[in-house]
């Protein structure tokens, strides 16, 4: 196994930090990995922006649901899907591509291109010895981080990435088995497998949790999923996307 597999597989969300801030060398050579990651069409629609302004990252905080590691880390990676660099492009050619970039697919593209770029910027990291964590609450309130990242239309922040030396790191989370993310030539779909497979890892994770807790917390999977997704949240997701000039 080599050490690139070693880092991947090694990978568990870090959410406590030391005030050691990350050199900018390493912020660039992270910016420079997330850019050399795959991009659909060569189009590249995505976006970083790099926080260092203290009190934006206070904002930010608040407006991801009060995670004191959005503050308190290394550097703070905002990551976009950004279709508005491709209509200025398009523009010094007179070529109308609103239709394009109102599509599904643009949108699509978009997300993926920043997601790639994203899990190329978390690799780099960590094979630095840094540790990341990825925040999804800055979805809470769009509006309000789009104001404050000064985003223009058909720019949409979709995540943070904390990053920064760990200052603890937890015991890793282990994964769903393989037989039921991985299928080969269709997708398996024997109800009673799956039944089976994933009462064998809701034990798996109960024991995670119990050992990690000291006994405070028992926990499925197919529990906690369900709390999760029992409860509907950003159902304003949609209209806002479509109010930043995606999915028209």
């Not at 997300?111 to 899990?119: C, E, F, K, P, R």
């Amino acid at each position: 196994m080599n050490t690139t597999i070693e880092t991947i597989l090694n990978h568990r969300s870090v959410r406590a930090f030391t005030e050691e801030a990350v050199p900018q060398a390493d912020v660039e050579i992270i910016v420079e990995a997330a850019q050399a990651a795959s991009t659909s069409s060569f189009l590249q629609a995505y976006s970083i922006i790099g926080i260092t302004d203290q009190e934006k990252k206070k904002n930010l905080a608040v407006l991801a649901g009060s995670q004191s590691y959005v503050v308190e880390n290394g550097y703070f990676f905002v990551f976009c899907a950004d279709l508005y660099r491709l209509e200025q492009a398009a523009e010094q050619h007179n070529t109308n591509i609103l239709q394009t970039t109102e599509s599904t697919e643009a949108y699509m593209i978009s997300l993926i291109d920043a997601a790639l770029a994203a899990q190329n910027a978390a690799i780099a990291a960590e094979s630095m010895g840094l540790g990341i964590c990825y925040i999804g609450g800055i979805r809470n309130n769009l509006k309000q981080v789009c104001e404050l990242l000064q985003t223009p239309e058909r720019v949409l922040p979709l995540f943070g990435m904390a990053v920064g030396y760990p200052k603890q790191i937890e015991e890793q989370k282990p994964r769903l088995p393989k037989e039921l993310i991985f299928h080969e030539n269709y997708y398996k779909n024997d109800k009673g497998n799956i039944k089976e497979e994933l009462q064998r890892y809701d034990q798996l994770i109960a024991d995670y949790y119990l050992n990690r807790t000291n006994g405070k917390k028992e926990m499925t999977w197919t529990k906690q999923v369900s709390n999760t997704l029992e409860r509907s949240k950003r159902l304003y997701l949609n209209e806002f996307v479509k109010d930043r000039g995606f999915l028209n």
